[in-house]
Protein backbone atom coordinates (compact mmCIF):
# COMPACT_ATOMS: atom_id res chain seq x y z
CA UNK A 1 0.00 0.00 0.00
CA UNK A 2 0.88 3.77 0.16
CA UNK A 3 3.02 4.93 2.84
CA UNK A 4 3.90 8.10 2.04
CA UNK A 5 4.26 10.56 -0.92
CA UNK A 6 6.74 13.10 -1.57
CA UNK A 7 6.45 16.34 -3.17
CA UNK A 8 8.77 19.40 -4.22
CA UNK A 9 7.07 22.61 -4.55
CA UNK A 10 7.94 24.98 -7.09
CA UNK A 11 7.85 28.37 -6.39
CA UNK A 12 8.91 31.36 -8.91
CA UNK A 13 12.04 31.56 -10.47
CA UNK A 14 13.36 34.99 -8.43
CA UNK A 15 16.92 33.74 -7.18
CA UNK A 16 17.44 34.01 -3.09
CA UNK A 17 18.89 37.08 -2.25
CA UNK A 18 21.03 36.74 0.93
CA UNK A 19 20.77 39.63 3.43
CA UNK A 20 23.68 40.89 5.51
CA UNK A 21 23.45 37.98 8.21
CA UNK A 22 24.09 35.80 5.49
CA UNK A 23 26.58 37.97 3.03
CA UNK A 24 29.72 35.90 3.46
CA UNK A 25 27.88 33.01 1.88
CA UNK A 26 27.93 35.19 -1.32
CA UNK A 27 30.01 33.85 -4.17
CA UNK A 28 30.41 30.21 -2.54
CA UNK A 29 27.50 29.01 -2.84
CA UNK A 30 24.26 28.66 -5.48
CA UNK A 31 20.82 29.75 -4.30
CA UNK A 32 17.62 28.28 -5.06
CA UNK A 33 14.20 30.34 -5.43
CA UNK A 34 13.35 31.12 -1.90
CA UNK A 35 9.54 29.98 -2.68
CA UNK A 36 10.62 26.14 -3.16
CA UNK A 37 11.24 26.22 0.56
CA UNK A 38 8.27 27.78 2.25
CA UNK A 39 5.96 25.19 2.20
CA UNK A 40 5.80 21.56 2.07
CA UNK A 41 3.64 18.49 1.20
CA UNK A 42 1.76 19.15 4.35
CA UNK A 43 0.14 22.37 2.91
CA UNK A 44 -0.61 23.54 6.20
CA UNK A 45 2.71 25.41 7.65
CA UNK A 46 4.31 28.02 5.92
CA UNK A 47 8.00 30.04 6.79
CA UNK A 48 10.56 32.44 4.75
CA UNK A 49 13.84 31.63 5.11
CA UNK A 50 16.59 33.77 4.16
CA UNK A 51 18.62 31.83 1.54
CA UNK A 52 17.84 28.36 -0.03
CA UNK A 53 21.37 26.68 -0.62
CA UNK A 54 22.07 24.12 -3.36
CA UNK A 55 25.22 22.62 -1.62
CA UNK A 56 26.75 19.93 -4.18
CA UNK A 57 28.97 18.74 -1.61
CA UNK A 58 29.43 18.04 2.10
CA UNK A 59 31.82 20.28 2.29
CA UNK A 60 29.47 23.03 1.21
CA UNK A 61 26.83 21.22 4.01
CA UNK A 62 29.68 22.08 6.15
CA UNK A 63 30.61 25.69 5.27
CA UNK A 64 26.52 26.47 5.05
CA UNK A 65 26.15 25.35 9.17
CA UNK A 66 29.75 26.80 10.33
CA UNK A 67 28.63 30.40 8.48
CA UNK A 68 25.59 29.75 10.81
CA UNK A 69 27.39 29.36 14.29
CA UNK A 70 29.07 32.44 13.62
CA UNK A 71 25.99 34.20 13.98
CA UNK A 72 23.42 35.05 17.08
CA UNK A 73 20.36 33.62 15.68
CA UNK A 74 20.91 31.88 12.44
CA UNK A 75 19.12 28.44 11.77
CA UNK A 76 19.62 25.90 9.27
CA UNK A 77 17.36 22.97 7.80
CA UNK A 78 18.47 20.31 5.58
CA UNK A 79 15.59 19.86 2.83
CA UNK A 80 14.98 16.58 1.45
CA UNK A 81 12.31 16.20 -1.36
CA UNK A 82 9.86 18.44 0.61
CA UNK A 83 7.34 15.96 2.02
CA UNK A 84 7.41 17.08 5.27
CA UNK A 85 3.71 17.95 6.72
CA UNK A 86 4.33 20.07 9.17
CA UNK A 87 7.09 22.44 8.64
CA UNK A 88 9.17 20.10 10.32
CA UNK A 89 12.12 20.85 7.00
CA UNK A 90 11.77 24.88 7.36
CA UNK A 91 13.39 27.26 8.81
CA UNK A 92 12.09 30.91 9.18
CA UNK A 93 14.52 33.60 8.64
CA UNK A 94 17.16 30.77 8.75
CA UNK A 95 19.06 28.58 5.81
CA UNK A 96 17.33 26.24 4.31
CA UNK A 97 19.94 23.54 2.20
CA UNK A 98 18.43 21.67 -0.30
CA UNK A 99 19.83 18.81 -0.14
CA UNK A 100 18.99 17.15 -3.58
CA UNK A 101 21.67 19.43 -5.11
CA UNK A 102 23.89 16.63 -3.32
CA UNK A 103 22.27 12.98 -4.86
CA UNK A 104 24.99 12.53 -6.94
CA UNK A 105 27.93 12.85 -4.76
CA UNK A 106 28.08 9.34 -3.55
CA UNK A 107 27.21 6.17 -4.90
CA UNK A 108 29.70 3.04 -4.86
CA UNK A 109 29.47 -0.71 -4.20
CA UNK A 110 31.62 -2.15 -1.90
CA UNK A 111 32.00 -5.98 0.18
CA UNK A 112 32.83 -7.04 3.44
CA UNK A 113 33.01 -10.05 4.78
CA UNK A 114 30.86 -11.26 1.64
CA UNK A 115 28.21 -8.87 2.56
CA UNK A 116 27.69 -6.13 -0.50
CA UNK A 117 26.30 -2.36 0.98
CA UNK A 118 25.96 0.50 -1.33
CA UNK A 119 27.33 3.94 -0.34
CA UNK A 120 24.80 6.92 -1.70
CA UNK A 121 24.41 10.59 -0.55
CA UNK A 122 21.39 11.51 1.75
CA UNK A 123 20.35 13.58 -0.92
CA UNK A 124 19.56 10.75 -2.91
CA UNK A 125 15.91 9.82 -3.54
CA UNK A 126 15.25 5.94 -2.48
CA UNK A 127 13.62 5.64 -6.15
CA UNK A 128 17.38 6.55 -7.42
CA UNK A 129 19.15 3.99 -5.38
CA UNK A 130 16.82 1.90 -6.63
CA UNK A 131 16.96 2.02 -10.36
CA UNK A 132 20.65 2.44 -10.17
CA UNK A 133 21.51 -0.66 -7.73
CA UNK A 134 19.48 -2.80 -9.55
CA UNK A 135 20.72 -2.21 -13.17
CA UNK A 136 24.25 -1.78 -12.40
CA UNK A 137 24.34 -4.56 -9.65
CA UNK A 138 21.16 -6.70 -9.47
CA UNK A 139 20.90 -5.81 -5.79
CA UNK A 140 18.57 -3.82 -3.88
CA UNK A 141 18.58 -2.47 -0.10
CA UNK A 142 16.21 -4.69 2.44
CA UNK A 143 14.01 -2.17 3.80
CA UNK A 144 11.95 0.47 2.43
CA UNK A 145 9.63 2.95 2.62
CA UNK A 146 6.44 2.88 0.43
CA UNK A 147 6.59 5.85 -1.42
CA UNK A 148 10.28 6.13 -2.89
CA UNK A 149 10.48 10.28 -3.91
CA UNK A 150 11.74 9.98 0.17
CA UNK A 151 15.55 11.00 0.36
CA UNK A 152 17.86 8.94 1.94
CA UNK A 153 18.62 11.54 4.81
CA UNK A 154 14.77 12.15 5.48
CA UNK A 155 13.47 8.77 6.00
CA UNK A 156 16.52 8.07 8.16
CA UNK A 157 16.34 10.88 10.38
CA UNK A 158 13.57 9.57 10.95
CA UNK A 159 12.80 5.87 10.78
CA UNK A 160 11.38 4.76 7.30
CA UNK A 161 9.28 1.78 7.34
CA UNK A 162 6.93 -0.19 5.50
CA UNK A 163 6.04 -3.86 4.89
CA UNK A 164 9.37 -5.45 5.03
CA UNK A 165 10.07 -3.91 8.69
CA UNK A 166 8.81 -6.49 10.44
CA UNK A 167 11.89 -8.50 8.92
CA UNK A 168 14.23 -6.33 8.38
CA UNK A 169 14.14 -3.83 10.79
CA UNK A 170 13.51 0.21 9.59
CA UNK A 171 15.53 1.63 7.29
CA UNK A 172 17.30 2.93 10.13
CA UNK A 173 18.20 -0.43 11.04
CA UNK A 174 19.74 -1.41 7.32
CA UNK A 175 22.25 1.07 7.71
CA UNK A 176 25.95 0.30 8.87
CA UNK A 177 27.96 4.11 8.40
CA UNK A 178 26.79 7.62 8.22
CA UNK A 179 28.94 10.29 7.03
CA UNK A 180 27.11 13.60 9.31
CA UNK A 181 27.96 17.34 9.67
CA UNK A 182 27.19 18.15 13.29
CA UNK A 183 25.64 21.65 14.36
CA UNK A 184 29.01 22.50 15.23
CA UNK A 185 29.89 22.45 11.10
CA UNK A 186 32.21 19.10 11.90
CA UNK A 187 32.09 16.59 8.94
CA UNK A 188 32.14 13.18 10.75
CA UNK A 189 32.13 9.66 9.39
CA UNK A 190 30.63 7.43 12.49
CA UNK A 191 29.52 3.58 12.84
CA UNK A 192 29.13 1.53 15.54
CA UNK A 193 32.51 1.29 16.47
CA UNK A 194 33.95 5.13 15.15
CA UNK A 195 31.81 8.44 16.68
CA UNK A 196 29.10 5.67 17.62
CA UNK A 197 27.16 7.80 19.80
CA UNK A 198 26.72 10.67 17.07
CA UNK A 199 25.58 7.48 14.92
CA UNK A 200 23.26 6.02 17.46
CA UNK A 201 21.79 10.13 17.56
CA UNK A 202 21.70 10.39 14.18
CA UNK A 203 19.73 7.12 13.06
CA UNK A 204 15.42 8.76 13.97
CA UNK A 205 17.02 12.10 15.39
CA UNK A 206 14.94 13.98 13.63
CA UNK A 207 17.58 16.19 12.12
CA UNK A 208 18.64 17.65 15.71
CA UNK A 209 21.99 16.28 15.92
CA UNK A 210 23.74 16.25 12.28
CA UNK A 211 22.85 16.68 8.56
CA UNK A 212 22.95 13.07 7.15
CA UNK A 213 25.56 13.22 3.67
CA UNK A 214 26.20 9.87 2.98
CA UNK A 215 24.87 6.33 4.56
CA UNK A 216 26.25 2.72 3.95
CA UNK A 217 23.04 0.83 3.61
CA UNK A 218 22.72 -3.23 3.41
CA UNK A 219 21.94 -4.88 0.37
CA UNK A 220 20.97 -8.23 -0.75
CA UNK A 221 19.99 -9.81 -4.07
CA UNK A 222 17.06 -8.73 -6.06
CA UNK A 223 14.47 -10.72 -6.72
CA UNK A 224 12.65 -11.01 -10.36
CA UNK A 225 8.64 -11.09 -9.38
CA UNK A 226 6.03 -10.58 -6.56
CA UNK A 227 3.57 -12.34 -6.28
CA UNK A 228 1.00 -9.69 -4.85
CA UNK A 229 -1.98 -10.63 -2.95
CA UNK A 230 -4.94 -8.46 -0.99
CA UNK A 231 -7.44 -10.48 1.16
CA UNK A 232 -10.52 -9.27 3.27
CA UNK A 233 -11.50 -9.35 6.91
CA UNK A 234 -15.03 -8.33 8.07
CA UNK A 235 -13.40 -9.29 12.09
CA UNK A 236 -10.65 -7.10 13.21
CA UNK A 237 -9.42 -10.11 15.97
CA UNK A 238 -8.79 -12.58 12.91
CA UNK A 239 -7.48 -9.64 10.95
CA UNK A 240 -4.87 -9.15 13.69
CA UNK A 241 -4.14 -12.79 14.56
CA UNK A 242 -3.22 -13.29 10.94
CA UNK A 243 -1.36 -10.51 10.53
CA UNK A 244 0.76 -10.92 14.05
CA UNK A 245 1.29 -14.32 13.02
CA UNK A 246 2.32 -13.82 9.40
CA UNK A 247 5.26 -11.02 11.05
CA UNK A 248 6.55 -13.56 13.26
CA UNK A 249 7.48 -16.30 10.80
CA UNK A 250 11.00 -17.14 10.22
CA UNK A 251 12.24 -15.91 7.45
CA UNK A 252 11.77 -17.85 4.45
CA UNK A 253 8.75 -19.74 5.85
CA UNK A 254 6.74 -16.36 5.23
CA UNK A 255 5.89 -13.63 2.58
CA UNK A 256 8.14 -10.97 2.20
CA UNK A 257 5.78 -7.74 2.81
CA UNK A 258 3.36 -7.82 5.34
CA UNK A 259 1.06 -4.35 5.53
CA UNK A 260 -2.77 -3.99 6.03
CA UNK A 261 -5.37 -1.35 5.61
CA UNK A 262 -9.01 -0.30 6.89
CA UNK A 263 -11.73 0.23 3.99
CA UNK A 264 -15.04 1.75 4.82
CA UNK A 265 -17.87 -1.50 3.95
CA UNK A 266 -19.08 0.20 1.55
CA UNK A 267 -18.51 1.06 -2.91
CA UNK A 268 -17.41 4.64 -2.04
CA UNK A 269 -14.62 5.14 -4.61
CA UNK A 270 -11.91 6.74 -2.27
CA UNK A 271 -12.89 5.24 0.84
CA UNK A 272 -14.63 1.84 0.19
CA UNK A 273 -14.45 -1.74 -1.78
CA UNK A 274 -13.08 -0.21 -5.08
CA UNK A 275 -9.80 1.28 -3.22
CA UNK A 276 -9.32 -2.86 -2.48
CA UNK A 277 -8.92 -3.81 -6.16
CA UNK A 278 -5.23 -4.02 -8.15
CA UNK A 279 -6.53 -3.64 -11.37
CA UNK A 280 -9.15 -2.78 -13.41
CA UNK A 281 -9.86 -6.07 -14.46
CA UNK A 282 -10.91 -7.01 -10.94
CA UNK A 283 -14.57 -6.95 -9.17
CA UNK A 284 -15.23 -6.88 -5.34
CA UNK A 285 -18.43 -8.75 -5.21
CA UNK A 286 -20.36 -7.53 -1.93
CA UNK A 287 -22.28 -10.53 -1.49
CA UNK A 288 -19.39 -12.17 0.02
CA UNK A 289 -19.63 -9.88 2.65
CA UNK A 290 -21.12 -11.27 6.03
CA UNK A 291 -24.25 -10.15 7.21
CA UNK A 292 -22.46 -9.48 10.15
CA UNK A 293 -19.74 -6.91 9.38
CA UNK A 294 -19.61 -3.41 10.78
CA UNK A 295 -18.88 -0.40 9.09
CA UNK A 296 -15.73 -1.17 8.19
CA UNK A 297 -13.61 -4.01 6.60
CA UNK A 298 -9.60 -4.80 6.85
CA UNK A 299 -7.34 -5.82 3.95
CA UNK A 300 -4.31 -7.55 4.46
CA UNK A 301 -1.66 -7.10 2.22
CA UNK A 302 0.79 -9.70 1.08
CA UNK A 303 3.78 -10.33 -1.32
CA UNK A 304 5.74 -12.71 -1.75
CA UNK A 305 9.36 -12.44 -3.61
CA UNK A 306 10.50 -15.28 -6.32
CA UNK A 307 12.93 -15.17 -8.81
CA UNK A 308 11.88 -15.56 -12.97
CA UNK A 309 13.21 -19.44 -12.63
CA UNK A 310 10.91 -20.41 -10.38
CA UNK A 311 7.80 -22.69 -11.34
CA UNK A 312 4.20 -21.82 -10.97
CA UNK A 313 3.26 -24.04 -9.33
CA UNK A 314 5.83 -23.87 -6.60
CA UNK A 315 4.94 -20.46 -5.79
CA UNK A 316 1.55 -21.60 -5.66
CA UNK A 317 2.42 -23.77 -3.13
CA UNK A 318 4.05 -21.34 -1.30
CA UNK A 319 1.14 -19.22 -1.29
CA UNK A 320 -2.15 -21.87 -1.15
CA UNK A 321 0.00 -22.81 2.12
CA UNK A 322 0.30 -19.89 3.85
CA UNK A 323 -2.90 -18.32 2.62
CA UNK A 324 -4.64 -21.82 4.01
CA UNK A 325 -4.14 -20.89 7.66
CA UNK A 326 -5.35 -17.77 7.51
CA UNK A 327 -8.92 -16.77 8.32
CA UNK A 328 -9.93 -13.71 5.85
CA UNK A 329 -13.11 -13.77 4.21
CA UNK A 330 -13.97 -16.60 1.50
CA UNK A 331 -14.54 -15.33 -2.04
CA UNK A 332 -12.52 -12.30 -1.48
CA UNK A 333 -9.17 -12.40 -2.74
CA UNK A 334 -7.35 -10.36 -5.23
CA UNK A 335 -3.66 -11.25 -6.72
CA UNK A 336 -0.82 -10.65 -9.44
CA UNK A 337 2.42 -11.10 -10.13
CA UNK A 338 4.25 -8.05 -11.16
CA UNK A 339 7.66 -7.51 -11.69
CA UNK A 340 9.52 -6.76 -8.38
CA UNK A 341 10.66 -3.41 -9.63
CA UNK A 342 6.63 -2.17 -10.53
CA UNK A 343 6.12 -3.54 -7.26
CA UNK A 344 8.00 -1.14 -5.29
CA UNK A 345 7.51 1.55 -7.66
CA UNK A 346 3.29 0.85 -7.05
CA UNK A 347 2.61 4.51 -5.65
CA UNK A 348 4.02 5.90 -8.77
CA UNK A 349 0.21 5.59 -10.04
CA UNK A 350 -1.22 6.76 -7.01
CA UNK A 351 1.25 10.05 -7.25
CA UNK A 352 -0.06 10.33 -10.88
CA UNK A 353 -4.04 9.91 -10.01
CA UNK A 354 -3.89 12.58 -7.38
CA UNK A 355 -2.25 15.30 -9.44
CA UNK A 356 -4.90 14.31 -12.06
CA UNK A 357 -7.61 15.02 -9.91
CA UNK A 358 -5.61 18.20 -8.28
CA UNK A 359 -5.64 16.85 -5.23
CA UNK A 360 -1.72 16.99 -4.97
CA UNK A 361 -0.77 19.86 -4.39
CA UNK A 362 -3.98 20.30 -1.57
CA UNK A 363 -2.83 20.13 2.19
CA UNK A 364 -2.33 16.76 3.74
CA UNK A 365 -3.26 16.66 7.27
CA UNK A 366 -2.07 13.17 7.76
CA UNK A 367 -1.82 11.76 11.15
CA UNK A 368 1.29 8.74 11.85
CA UNK A 369 1.52 7.02 15.66
CA UNK A 370 2.64 3.88 16.77
CA UNK A 371 -0.15 1.62 19.02
CA UNK A 372 0.93 -1.06 21.32
CA UNK A 373 -0.83 -4.79 20.70
CA UNK A 374 -2.48 -4.51 23.80
CA UNK A 375 -4.89 -0.92 23.09
CA UNK A 376 -4.87 -2.11 19.24
CA UNK A 377 -8.38 -3.74 19.67
CA UNK A 378 -9.97 -0.79 21.44
CA UNK A 379 -8.26 1.66 19.30
CA UNK A 380 -10.43 -0.12 16.37
CA UNK A 381 -13.75 0.28 18.48
CA UNK A 382 -13.22 3.46 19.14
CA UNK A 383 -11.28 4.92 16.27
CA UNK A 384 -11.83 2.46 12.42
CA UNK A 385 -15.39 1.75 13.50
CA UNK A 386 -16.48 5.11 15.39
CA UNK A 387 -14.32 8.30 14.48
CA UNK A 388 -13.60 7.01 11.02
CA UNK A 389 -15.86 4.81 10.21
CA UNK A 390 -16.17 6.70 6.66
CA UNK A 391 -12.82 6.70 5.55
CA UNK A 392 -10.17 9.62 5.26
CA UNK A 393 -10.43 10.24 1.93
CA UNK A 394 -6.89 7.96 1.64
CA UNK A 395 -5.57 4.87 2.79
CA UNK A 396 -5.99 4.33 6.65
CA UNK A 397 -2.72 1.79 7.24
CA UNK A 398 -2.56 -0.46 10.44
CA UNK A 399 -0.40 -3.55 10.29
CA UNK A 400 2.22 -5.20 13.15
CA UNK A 401 5.65 -4.28 13.49
CA UNK A 402 8.43 -6.68 15.75
CA UNK A 403 9.89 -4.00 18.83
CA UNK A 404 13.10 -6.49 18.37
CA UNK A 405 13.56 -5.00 15.25
CA UNK A 406 13.93 -1.97 16.56
CA UNK A 407 17.59 -0.25 17.97
CA UNK A 408 16.93 1.16 21.46
CA UNK A 409 20.14 2.62 20.92
CA UNK A 410 18.60 4.74 17.76
CA UNK A 411 16.85 7.94 18.89
CA UNK A 412 13.68 6.87 17.90
CA UNK A 413 10.93 6.18 19.89
CA UNK A 414 8.63 3.38 20.41
CA UNK A 415 5.82 1.78 22.43
CA UNK A 416 6.86 -0.60 25.04
CA UNK A 417 5.29 -3.35 23.33
CA UNK A 418 6.87 -6.46 21.51
CA UNK A 419 4.63 -6.37 18.98
CA UNK A 420 3.18 -2.84 18.27
CA UNK A 421 1.19 -1.45 14.75
CA UNK A 422 1.62 1.38 12.55
CA UNK A 423 -1.20 3.24 12.21
CA UNK A 424 -1.56 6.27 9.01
CA UNK A 425 -3.80 8.35 8.26
CA UNK A 426 -3.38 9.56 4.40
CA UNK A 427 -5.58 12.12 3.63
CA UNK A 428 -6.09 13.24 -0.21
CA UNK A 429 -8.96 15.72 -0.16
CA UNK A 430 -9.75 18.59 -2.21
CA UNK A 431 -9.65 21.43 -0.87
CA UNK A 432 -12.61 23.81 0.55
CA UNK A 433 -15.19 23.79 -0.74
CA UNK A 434 -14.55 20.39 -2.26
CA UNK A 435 -13.37 19.00 0.45
CA UNK A 436 -13.61 19.90 4.33
CA UNK A 437 -11.88 22.32 6.15
CA UNK A 438 -8.82 21.49 6.65
CA UNK A 439 -8.84 22.81 10.59
CA UNK A 440 -11.72 20.46 11.01
CA UNK A 441 -9.22 17.46 9.46
CA UNK A 442 -6.33 18.46 12.05
CA UNK A 443 -8.96 18.66 14.79
CA UNK A 444 -9.51 15.19 14.53
CA UNK A 445 -6.89 14.44 14.36
CA UNK A 446 -6.30 16.17 17.38
CA UNK A 447 -8.82 14.24 18.68
CA UNK A 448 -7.44 10.77 18.29
CA UNK A 449 -4.42 11.62 19.97
CA UNK A 450 -6.17 13.11 23.37
CA UNK A 451 -8.26 10.16 23.07
CA UNK A 452 -5.22 7.63 23.10
CA UNK A 453 -3.93 9.45 26.29
CA UNK A 454 -7.32 10.05 27.88
CA UNK A 455 -7.73 6.03 27.86
CA UNK A 456 -4.05 5.37 28.79
CA UNK A 457 -3.00 3.52 25.08
CA UNK A 458 0.51 2.80 25.04
CA UNK A 459 1.24 4.97 22.24
CA UNK A 460 3.58 7.19 20.30
CA UNK A 461 3.72 9.19 17.34
CA UNK A 462 5.80 8.54 13.99
CA UNK A 463 7.00 11.56 12.30
CA UNK A 464 5.87 13.67 15.43
CA UNK A 465 4.80 17.25 15.80
CA UNK A 466 4.30 19.47 19.14
CA UNK A 467 4.47 22.72 19.74
CA UNK A 468 5.72 22.56 23.52
CA UNK A 469 8.44 21.07 25.04
CA UNK A 470 7.02 19.45 27.56
CA UNK A 471 5.00 17.85 25.32
CA UNK A 472 7.97 16.48 23.25
CA UNK A 473 9.62 15.35 26.56
CA UNK A 474 6.27 13.05 27.47
CA UNK A 475 6.87 12.03 23.86
CA UNK A 476 10.52 10.54 24.46
CA UNK A 477 9.66 9.66 28.01
CA UNK A 478 13.05 8.09 29.88
CA UNK A 479 15.13 9.16 26.84
CA UNK A 480 14.37 12.87 27.45
CA UNK A 481 17.38 13.36 29.14
CA UNK A 482 19.90 11.48 26.40
CA UNK A 483 18.28 13.33 23.79
CA UNK A 484 19.04 16.62 25.21
CA UNK A 485 22.43 15.35 26.14
CA UNK A 486 23.34 14.67 22.43
CA UNK A 487 21.50 17.75 21.50
CA UNK A 488 24.39 19.34 23.72
CA UNK A 489 26.96 17.00 22.43
CA UNK A 490 26.16 17.63 18.98
CA UNK A 491 24.52 20.94 18.81
CA UNK A 492 24.88 22.68 21.32
CA UNK A 493 23.78 26.00 19.37
CA UNK A 494 20.70 24.39 18.41
CA UNK A 495 21.34 25.33 15.07
CA UNK A 496 19.53 22.30 13.23
CA UNK A 497 16.21 21.66 11.96
CA UNK A 498 14.36 24.48 14.10
CA UNK A 499 11.14 23.30 12.22
CA UNK A 500 10.47 20.20 14.53
CA UNK A 501 10.12 22.96 17.45
CA UNK A 502 12.30 20.77 20.09
CA UNK A 503 14.89 23.06 21.04
CA UNK A 504 15.42 27.32 20.09
CA UNK A 505 18.44 28.94 18.86
CA UNK A 506 20.89 28.66 21.77
CA UNK A 507 18.31 27.39 24.36
CA UNK A 508 21.43 25.02 25.68
CA UNK A 509 24.04 27.81 26.22
Given amino acids: MIAYLEHFVHGNDTESTPNDDVSSLQGSFHFSPISIATKDFGGMKSSTPLAVIRPYSTADVARAVKAATTTTNLTV ?16 KGLVLDMRATAEEHFQLLYHDGVPYVDVSGGALWEEVLKRCVSQFQLVPRSWTDYLGLTVGGTLSNAGVSGQTFRYGPQTANVTELEVVTGKGDTLVCNENQNSELFFATLGGLGQFGIITRARIVLQQAPDMVRWIRVIYSEFEDFTKDAEWLVTLPEGDGFDYVEGFVVANNDDPCNGWPTVLMGSNQVFDPVQ ?7 VLYCLEL ?12 VNKRVD ?7 FVEGIKFEDDVKYMDFLLRVKSVEEDAKAKGIWDAPHPWLN ?8 ADFDREVFKKILKHGVGGPILVYPLLRSKWDDRHSVVVPDSNIFYIIALLRFIPPPPKGPPTDKLVS ?19 LPHYLSQDNWMRHFGDKWTRFVQRKQNFDPMAILAPGQKIFSRNQLK
Fill in 369 to 376: MFVSKSDI
Fill in 77 to 92: APRGNGHSINGQAMAE
Fill in 303 to 314: ALHYRKTARSSD
Fill in 444 to 462: QNNAIIQLCYNRGYNFKLY
Fill in 289 to 295: VPSSAGP
Fill in 321 to 327: RLLGGLR
